[in-house]
């Protein structure tokens, strides 16, 4: 059966959750602010219809001095069933986002790990995401190829093009040249394998990403998890 990733599923629930808008141009707004190339940021702001007055507003909270401080924060634990999950925060408050995290994780049956307890099971690596619109699946394929793309996922979804963690800049640039500005460019983790999950796991599993990424400190959760259709339909 056909599996979802975490990935897919965040990134689709906040696309069609119009009134999670304005925390996602939050979290875009934060990227922007600390991101050393800056121009992908801002590529994955406009990808998302984030105005143009939040994104000019970010990008002059980066050249104040003085201005807001945020900090790369990574958590590492185990939601329900074992899944391994990742949490990538930008917060300037260390102690609120440990707080939150450890209690969101403990209130829906997971435990908070400490640093390395998940991460040796994934890979370090560049996403790239275009929609369904940007070509055919052989299209999209030569476009990678000739960018120096590692490897192409497409679906009636959309695209995903994995690239080296090194390589991601260079890869995004060639394909805008190519195809566009993508939907989203980042640094991914991805797991090396997948556990499938089943209903009851992953109604818990589910609740337990949502308050995560309600949090305006995370900006994104990986896991190692693959949900058929069936249960994702039964999920609603």
């Given at each position: 059966?056909?599996?979802?990733?975490?990935?897919?599923?965040?990134?689709?629930?906040?696309?069609?959750?119009d009134k999670k808008r304005s925390a996602m141009f939050s979290k875009l707004s934060r990227e922007i602010t600390v991101a050393a190339k800056m121009g992908l940021a801002v590529n994955a702001a406009k990808a998302q219809s984030m105005p143009k007055d939040n994104i000019q507003r970010a990008i002059d909270k980066?050249?104040?001095?003085?201005?807001?401080?945020?900090?790369?924060?990574?958590?590492?634990?185990?939601g329900p069933g074992g899944v391994a999950l990742i949490v990538e925060a930008l917060t300037d408050n260390r102690n609120r986002t440990a707080t939150n995290v450890r209690t969101a994780f403990s209130k829906n049956g997971g435990n908070l790990g400490s640093e390395g307890s998940v991460s040796h099971g994934f890979?370090?690596?560049?996403?790239?995401?275009y929609g369904p619109d940007a070509g055919d699946?052989?299209?999209?394929?030569?476009?990678?190829?000739?960018?120096g793309a590692d490897d192409?996922?497409?679906?009636?979804?959309?695209?995903?093009i994995w690239t080296a963690a090194d390589a991601l800049h260079g890869v995004a640039?060639?394909?805008?040249?190519?195809l566009g500005a993508a939907d989203n460019v980042k640094l991914a983790w991805k797991p090396v394998l997948t556990v499938d999950v089943d209903e009851a796991t992953a109604s818990t599993l589910m609740k337990l990403i949502d308050t995560l990424d309600d949090d305006?400190?995370?900006?994104t959760v990986?896991?190692?998890?693959e949900i058929s259709d069936e249960v994702m339909e039964k999920l609603g």
């Open positions: 059966m056909a599996g979802h990733s975490k990935f897919k599923n965040i990134m689709h629930r906040k696309g069609a959750q980066a050249s104040m001095a003085g201005g807001e401080d945020y900090v790369e924060i990574r958590y590492e634990g185990y890979e370090r690596r560049g996403l790239i995401e699946e052989e299209a999209m394929l030569e476009a990678a190829i000739e960018a192409v996922e497409s679906s009636e979804d959309g695209h995903t640039g060639a394909l805008e040249q190519a305006d400190d995370v900006q990986w896991g190692n998890y």
